[in-house]
C-alpha cells in the first residue's frame, strides 16, 4: 500500500468529517422528500378538465423533470455522506474514501449548474411559447 | 419567501468559501489537511443552511397548498 494513502485522519478531523456526513445525509433525506413533494404538485395540481394537452404535459412534464433532478441529488447526497461516514468509521482507507466523496461532490455541483442552465432554458422556452399554449 | 431567499444566499456564500478553500488544498502546500478541513466545515454549514431552506419550502408549499384549496 501506498505510504500516502495510510494517512488517518486525527480524531478532532474525522469529528468535522463526521458532521459533513450526517448533514450530507441530511440533505440526502430533504431532496427525498422534494423527489415525494414535486411528484404530488405534478399529479395533483394539474388540472386534468379543461385544460389542452400541450399545457398538462408540460405541467406535469416539469414536475416529474424536477423530480428526478432531485431525486438524482439526494442519491448523489447520500453516496458523498456514505463515503464521509466510511472515513470516519473505517481504518487504512482515509483518503480512498476522502476522494470519492470529493468526487461525488464534484458530480453534485455539475448536476446543479446543469439544472441551472436547464431552468433558464425552460424560463426562456415557456415566455417564447408561452402564446402557444 | 425572504428568508428562503435569505438562506439560499448564505448557503450559497458558503459554497463559494468552500470551493476558495478546496482551489487553495491544490495551489498551496504544507496545510492541505487543515484547509480540507475548514473547506469541509464550510460545506456542512451550507448543507445545514440548505435542510433549513427545504424544510420551510416545504412548510411554504403546504400553507399555499392548503390556502389555495381554500
Redo the contacts between chains.
Sequence with gaps: MDHRDAYE?TSR?NE??G??AT??L??AG??F??VI?HLI?ALVGSQLTGTSLRLLVFDMGAGVVSASCYLAAAILFAFAGSALRRVVRTQGNDLQH?LKA?DT?HRIFVLRIALVFLTVIAVAAVIATGEGL | MVPLFLICAVAGWLYLGTGRA?KAVVTTEGND?EL??RA??R??RA??Y??IA??L??VL?AVLAVVTRL
Design positions: 485522519f478531523e468535522t468529517i458532521k459533513a448533514w450530507s441530511a440533505l430533504a431532496s422528500i422534494m413533494v404538485f476522502m470529493l461532490l | 478546496l489537511v480540507l478541513m469541509l466545515d460545506l456542512t448543507f445545514r440548505e435542510v427545504t424544510g419550502a416545504l408549499f
